[in-house]
C-alpha cells in the first residue's frame, strides 16, 4: 500500500519536511519566547530583545521599536545580545526604523549582538548603518559570542 506524500500532525507541521502546512490557516499565536524590553536611558530609550526575531516575531518587534523611537528624543539603543535567531525580516523592520529616525534627527544604534544578529549584519553590510559611536558615551558595540 503507498503511503501518502503528505502527512501534517496536528500543530500544522507536514512530518516528514517540516514545512508549515497552515499558513493562511488564520492567525498564528505571537512568537513564543520573544521577549522585548523598553526603558528610558537618558535622551534614548533602550530596546533589549531576548528570543527569536522572525518573519512570526516581526510585527511585535516594529511596534515596540516604533513606539520607543516615538518617545525617544535622540533615538534608541538595542540590545540583542539575547537574540538566538534573526532573519532578513527583522533586518528589514530594523533597516525600516533607522530610516524612519534618521528622518527626525535620531538614531538607531546596536549596542550589543548576539552572534546570529552580528553574523547577519556583518554579512549584510548593515553592522556599520548601526554603529554605536556617537550614539552614547561608550561608542562600544559588544558582540556575544
Known amino acids: 500500500m503507498l503511503k501518502p506524500a503528505h502527512e501534517a500532525n496536528t ?4 512530518a516528514r519536511s517540516g514545512a508549515r502546512t497552515d499558513v493562511g ?3 498564528r499565536p505571537p512568537a513564543a519566547g520573544l521577549v522585548i524590553g523598553v526603558g ?12 527569536e526575531l522572525d518573519l512570526d516575531a516581526v510585527r511585535r518587534l516594529e511596534r515596540a521599536l516604533h513606539d520607543a523611537l516615538a518617545a525617544a528624543v ?3 539603543d538595542l540590545a540583542l545580545d539575547g537574540v538566538v535567531f534573526c532573519d532578513c525580516s527583522a533586518l528589514n523592520v530594523l533597516l525600516g526604523m533607522r530610516e524612519s529616525g534618521l528622518r ?4 538607531v544604534a546596536v549596542r550589543s549582538a548576539s552572534p546570529a544578529v552580528a553574523r547577519l549584519l556583518d ?5 556599520t548603518l548601526f554603529d554605536a559611536r556617537g550614539a552614547s558615551d561608550s561608542g ?6
Open 11 to 14: 500543530e500544522g507541521v507536514e
Open 25 to 27: 490557516a488564520g492567525p
Open 40 to 51: 528610558p536611558a537618558g535622551g534614548r530609550v533602550l530596546v533589549t530583545v531576548c528570543g
Open 74 to 76: 535622540d533615538g534608541i
Open 104 to 107: 527626525q534627527g535620531k538614531t
Open 123 to 127: 554579512l549584510t553590510g548593515a553592522d
Open 140 to 145: 562600544i558595540v559588544s558582540r556575544v559570542r
